[in-house]
């Protein structure tokens, strides 16, 4: 196993546009993440799953974001109707949910998105 | 409501000194986690260590160690021996269930 995957690691569009990211994460990960990061800040919390269960989302996710993990395994983020603002890094992680398991976070290395 | 504060934007140590990264926490949460990661220029969100709440010893791995302090909700990331590779954004990161707040982050600066 490679590690978490993310494609397209990057992705410039038009402003109006919709993009979608997609996310394959450790094979027997149960959980999976999506953050937001923006030049000098840290990751920001979009949503994240528990196998195929989306279980929270951030109030800062608007309408237009949506996120899936059809399946359990991987997942796609979409935003629609882009706008400048959503220009930033999309981190996905995945980790193994269990009592013995510390519980880190293994993180891919991220879709840049930029929205001219 | 969760909150992760690191008031240190950026730090400067000499290589082969020791650093201690500043994190509080907020959480009304019996139980909870925190995590440190280190983020290098190249992008990559590395783990580096957990300290669980209930855990009563303060956690280490290699050159980090975690100064929990349950009390003042802080939990303080100490680098032994610091190498010129760890020169990153270094990013505490706590809370409970799957919605895990991170902090701001510190940058951190080895010279040599």
């Known amino acids: 196993d490679t590690g978490v995957s993310q494609d397209p690691r990057h992705k410039i569009t038009k402003r109006g546009q919709n993009v979608t990211f997609r996310c394959d994460p450790i094979?027997?990960?149960?959980?999976l993440y999506w953050y937001r990061q923006t030049l000098g800040q840290g990751p920001e919390f979009l949503t994240y799953f528990q196998n195929e269960a989306q279980l929270e989302k951030s109030r800062l996710l608007s309408d237009r974001f949506s996120a899936e993990r059809p399946k359990g395994s991987f997942s796609t983020l979409e935003i629609q109707r882009t706008e400048q603002g959503d220009s930033a890094m999309y981190l996905c992680a995945s980790s193994l949910s269990l009592e013995s398991n510390t519980g880190e976070l293994f993180f891919g290395e991220g879709s840049r998105l930029t929205v001219l | 409501a969760q909150k992760i504060t690191q008031t240190q934007p950026g730090m400067f140590v000499q290589e082969k000194e020791a650093v201690t990264l500043d994190c509080t926490y907020d959480?009304?949460?019996?139980?909870?986690?925190l995590f440190w990661y280190k983020q290098p220029s190249s992008g990559e969100m590395i783990f580096l260590i957990y300290?669980?709440?209930?855990?009563?010893q303060n956690a280490t791995e290699g050159r980090y160690s975690l100064n929990f302090q349950k009390a003042r909700k802080s939990a303080n990331l100490v680098i032994s021996a610091s190498q010129l590779g760890d020169s990153a954004m270094y990013f505490c990161k706590g809370g409970s269930q799957g919605n895990l707040i991170f902090g701001k982050g510190t940058k951190l600066s080895v010279k040599p």
């Open positions: 300290q669980g709440s209930y855990d009563e």
């Open positions: 959480t009304s949460d019996q139980s909870y986690g």
């Open positions: 094979s027997e990960h149960n959980r």
